[in-house]
T-cell receptor, first 115, second 116 residues
């Protein structure tokens, strides 16, 4: 069974600085997708960024980018130029490409942003 | 465009009562997923449904929980004889189709169930 691990329960960053959130996963599959979701206090789950495992190029979405290391099974999220609105819980998630597309989530990292 | 709608947003039930949670997917989406989030935890998959079919219920507790997605109307997650351990946030997500492309799952705002 696949598992997703987020080893940082909490992180903090100064406004305008850069922060990296860690995520590792375990799978025997070669084809899958990885996601980062943001959950602000409103509890709404918002997709931040996705990565296809067959793509070597790291995904980027504006201030958000990932460092995808397939051999190490690592998928970290980098937030550049942090803003107060980035404060939220961040969840890493895995989805098999071969099975039903249920998402397997990590336990989350709470990000605080200080002015 | 209306996103995924869930109601009620908050639901309080006494132990032993039934809870019915509703989810209206994005218009045109025929795939619905239910997830449960216990306090201070990540979301856990419960069930995946297509119209009138349960595709994957590997995350559903064997007893007291059931889900449906009828041809017409919203998807319903039903919890019978609720217990305190059922207190959680229940999220619904929808996507347009299954396939190799990573179709995004659009999440609703969740229903927070409190069992007293």
């Amino acid at each position: 069974a696949q598992t997703v691990t987020q080893s940082q329960p909490e992180m903090s960053v100064q406004e305008a600085e850069t922060v990296t959130l860690s995520c590792t996963y375990d799978t025997s599959e070669s084809d899958y997708y990885l996601f980062w979701y943001k959950q602000p206090p409103s509890r709404q789950m918002i997709l931040v960024i996705r990565q296809e495992a067959y793509k070597q190029q790291n995904a980027t979405e504006n201030r958000f980018s990932v460092n995808f290391q397939k051999a190490a099974k690592s998928f970290s999220l980098k937030i550049s130029d942090s803003q107060l609105g980035d404060a939220a819980m961040y969840f890493c998630a895995y989805r098999s490409a071969a099975n039903t597309d249920k998402l397997i989530f990590g336990t989350g990292t709470r990000l605080q942003v200080f002015p | 465009n209306a996103g995924v709608m869930q109601n009620p947003r908050h639901l309080v039930r006494r132990r032993g009562q039934e809870a019915r949670l509703r989810c209206s997917p994005v218009k045109g989406h025929s795939h619905v997923y239910w997830y449960r989030q216990l306090p201070e935890e990540g979301l856990k998959f419960m069930v995946y449904l297509q119209k009138e079919n349960i595709i994957d219920e590997s995350g559903m507790p064997k007893e007291r929980f059931s889900a449906e997605f009828p041809k017409e109307g919203p998807s319903i997650l039903r919890i019978q004889q609720v217990v305190r351990g059922d207190s959680a946030a229940y999220f619904c997500a929808s996507s347009p189709r299954q396939g190799r492309l990573p179709y995004e799952q659009y999440f609703g705002p969740g229903t927070r169930l409190t069992v007293t």
